[in-house]
C-alpha cells in the first residue's frame, strides 16, 4: 500500500489534517491503534479558539457545531468567591469562543470521513515508524494478525504524548521541556444545568475550581485536588458540597446538583519536545506538546499545527516549494510556546500550590486584584484566550 501521507493517530490533530489534505486533493492514510469508539469517547476539551471555529467552517464541518455549540463572549474569575467578568469579545474587537466537546467534534469528523474518501485503519497494533531520516520512509503495523505497510513521502505524528511517533526521534535530536505540577483535576460530568452561561474560573483558598459546560443541559466541573487522592473517595455529596464552597456564594448558590455518569481525576503538566520535525516525520498535538487544562488549549494547538502543516504539504505537492517543511517547525514552536506561557500563567494565577507561602498567596490575591481593574490586563488575557493568530 502507498500514500502520500502517512498519518499516525486518529485524534483531533490527525483527523483535521486528514480533511485538510483530503480537500487539496493529496492522498493520506490515517493510522489508529484504537477503535472509533474508544478515540471518539475520550473526555477531553470543551472550548474551541477563534481559529479552531474557522478551520471547521473552513471544512465544512460545522453545520452541527454551529446549531449546538454555544458562543460565547466572556469569562468570568472568582476571587475567594468574589466574581467578575472579562468581555472576552469586546476587548479583542469581536472575538469569541465555543463550548462545543471534543466528543462532537470527533464525530463529526468521523461521520464525514468516509463520505469524502478519507482512508482510516483502526486497530492497528504495533506501529513502527522506518526510515524517517530517508527518502522513502514506511510504516508496519499487524491487524488481524498479519504484517502491514504503508509506504509514502511523509509521516504526520499525532498520535499523542504516549504515542510511538516523537520517540522515534533520536535522543540527542529531541530536546524535551517539562513542568510537572503538584496536583491534579477532579472532574464529573453531569446532566444538570450549568449554574452559569459562561466559565467560572475560581481562586479559593481551599483551590482552584471551574464551572464549565458541555450544552445548556450537561455541566463539566472540576476541582483541583491532590495527586494522591482516589476517586472512591469523592461521592458526588462530597464533591458538590466542595465545588459550591470554592465557586463562592453567588455561583455556588446557582449550582444545581445531581448525579456524575463520569468522574476522573487528570494529572497536571507543561511539556514540549523540539524540534517538530525530524527528515520526513513532523510531529503534531499532544505527541509535541502538552497543556494544562487552565485556558483550554490542548485541541486547538493541535488545530493550529495541522493548520501549518497542512499549507506545508500542500506547498510542496501543488506548488513544488519547500519552504513551508522547512520552516514548519518554528512557525509551530513560536505559537506553542506563546500557548504554553499563558496556560502556565493562568495556571499559577488561579491554582494553590503545596510549596507556596504566605507571600505568594498575597501575590495571587494582588494579581486578581490588577486584573479586575484593569483594561490593560484584561485585553492580555482576552487575547490570549480567545486565541493568538497564526504567523
Not at 471544512?59 to 466572556?74: D, I, K, N, P
Not at 476587548?91 to 463550548?99: I, K, N
Not at 509514502?152 to 505540577?181: N, Q, W
Request: hydrophobic share 40%; proline share 4%.
Amino acid at each position: 500500500m502507498r500514500t502520500q501521507v502517512a498519518i499516525i493517530g486518529a485524534g483531533p490533530a490527525g483527523l483535521l489534517l486528514a480533511h485538510l489534505l483530503r480537500r487539496s486533493g493529496l492522498d493520506a492514510v490515517v493510522i489508529e491503534r484504537r477503535d472509533r469508539e474508544y478515540v471518539e469517547g475520550r473526555v477531553r476539551a470543551g472550548v474551541l479558539e477563534q481559529v479552531t471555529v474557522d478551520l471547521m467552517d473552513e471544512l465544512g464541518l460545522s453545520q452541527r457545531m454551529r446549531a449546538e455549540g454555544l458562543v460565547h463572549t466572556g469569562t468570568n474569575i472568582a476571587a475567594d468567591g468574589d466574581l467578575f467578568r472579562i468581555d472576552i469579545s469586546e476587548l479583542t474587537g469581536g472575538s469569541t469562543v465555543m463550548v462545543y466537546g471534543q466528543q462532537e467534534v470527533m464525530k463529526d469528523l468521523f461521520d464525514a470521513a468516509e463520505p469524502r474518501g478519507v482512508r482510516i485503519i483502526f486497530d492497528a497494533e504495533d506501529v513502527a515508524l522506518h526510515e524517517i531520516d530517508g527518502t522513502k520512509p514506511y510504516v508496519t503495523w499487524r491487524k488481524d494478525g498479519a504484517e502491514q505497510r504503508l509506504d509514502c513521502d511523509f509521516i504526520a505524528g499525532c498520535d499523542g504524548y504516549h504515542g510511538v511517533s516523537r520517540a522515534t526521534i533520536p535522543d540527542d535530536v529531541l530536546k524535551t521541556f517539562e513542568r510537572v505540577y503538584p496536583f491534579g483535576w477532579l472532574g464529573v460530568l453531569a446532566d444538570v444545568p450549568p449554574c452559569d452561561h459562561e466559565l467560572i474560573y475560581s481562586n479559593h483558598e481551599r483551590g482552584f475550581a471551574l464551572a464549565s459546560m458541555r450544552s445548556p443541559t450537561r455541566s463539566r466541573y472540576y476541582i483541583q485536588c491532590g495527586l494522591d487522592e482516589r476517586i472512591e473517595d469523592w461521592s458526588d455529596e462530597r464533591f458538590w458540597d466542595e465545588l459550591c464552597l470554592r465557586l463562592g456564594p453567588e455561583a455556588g448558590a446557582r449550582v444545581t446538583r445531581g448525579a456524575s455518569f463520569e468522574k476522573s481525576i487528570a494529572p497536571l503538566r507543561s511539556f514540549v519536545s523540539e524540534p517538530m520535525r525530524h527528515g520526513r516525520l513532523f510531529l503534531a498535538g499532544d505527541a509535541a506538546h502538552i497543556v494544562p487544562p487552565t485556558g483550554a488549549k490542548g485541541l486547538n494547538l493541535a488545530a493550529s499545527d495541522v493548520i501549518m502543516l497542512g499549507q506545508a504539504l500542500t506547498e510542496h505537492y501543488l506548488e513544488g516549494s519547500d519552504a513551508g517543511l522547512d520552516g514548519y517547525s518554528a512557525r509551530a514552536l513560536a505559537r506553542v510556546w506563546k500557548a504554553e506561557r499563558f496556560s502556565w500563567w493562568f495556571t499559577s494565577l488561579t491554582h494553590r500550590f503545596p510549596d507556596r507561602d504566605g507571600f505568594d498567596r498575597k501575590m495571587q490575591v494582588a494579581e486578581l486584584a490588577y486584573m479586575r481593574g484593569s483594561r490593560a490586563a484584561q485585553v492580555t488575557l482576552a487575547e490570549n484566550y480567545v486565541g493568538l493568530p497564526l504567523v
